[in-house]
């Protein structure tokens, strides 16, 4: 299996703040790496497919980037309504598996 | 906008089988060119794939499951199943299901059902 891993596991930032949240392939998966959204009780939300498009209807405060092994999620100017976490997800190959998450809460 | 919803029971005995179903609406399984899935998410955990069908009833299943999983789908009802079998607390988890689409050459999980909780436990 391809496993994936993100960092910080967690991180406190403000309304207004740039976050950058990275997520590594334990193997290359060229641009197949997706970003979810979840809030708490809630589905996760797609946001960012094949490593850097933004998914309809997502803000375009979000952003991707990477290929091979490493990637990002930024969020250019952090809203309330992103505190939440996300999840980096491997479409590479089968089974497909997720990172671990990063949580975003208030500073 | 398509939409789905996870139905059945919520607690379940150690040993026994749970079995969940996905209700889909706003579209259709037959159509085709989209795969089918089922997520799980332990509680206040990262998420786990459990395996997908296509709406011929071809499946994969992730091999760290599939000795106890069995996914089905019903065209005429527009639902897809999940059974696991064996069940211990290790399963008890949020069970979500999900549109598997293919978007670029890319498979991204672009819609989800809101997700039901399935303990078990005696």
């Known amino acids: 299996d391809i496993q994936m891993t993100q960092s910080p596991s967690s991180l406190s930032a403000s309304v207004g703040d740039r976050v950058t949240i990275t997520c590594r392939a334990s193997q290359s998966i060229s641009s197949y790496l997706n970003w979810y959204q979840q809030k708490p009780g809630k589905a996760p939300k797609l946001l960012i497919y094949?490593?850097?498009s933004l998914q309809s209807g997502a803000p375009s405060r979000f952003s991707g980037t990477g290929s091979g092994t490493d990637f990002t999620l930024t969020i250019s100017s952090l809203q309330p309504e992103d505190f939440a976490t996300y999840y980096c997800?491997?479409?590479?190959?089968?089974?497909?598996?997720f990172g671990p998450g990063t949580k975003v809460d208030i500073k | 906008q398509v939409q789905l919803q996870e139905s059945g029971p919520g607690l379940v005995k150690p040993s026994q089988t749970l079995s969940l179903t996905c209700t889909v609406s706003g579209g259709s399984i037959s159509s085709g060119g989209y795969y089918w899935s089922w997520i799980r998410q332990h509680p206040g955990k990262g998420l786990e794939w459990i395996g997908y069908i296509y709406y011929s009833g071809s499946t994969y299943y992730n091999p760290s499951l599939k000795s106890r999983v069995t996914i089905s789908v019903d065209t005429s009802k527009n639902q897809f199943s999940l059974k696991l079998s064996s069940v211990t607390a290790a399963d008890t988890a949020v069970y979500y299901c999900a549109r598997d689409g293919v978007v670029t050459a890319t498979r991204v999980f672009d819609y989800w059902g809101q997700g039901t909780l399935v303990t078990v436990s005696s």
């Open positions: 997800q491997q479409s590479y190959g089968t089974p497909f598996t």
């Open positions: 094949a490593a850097s």
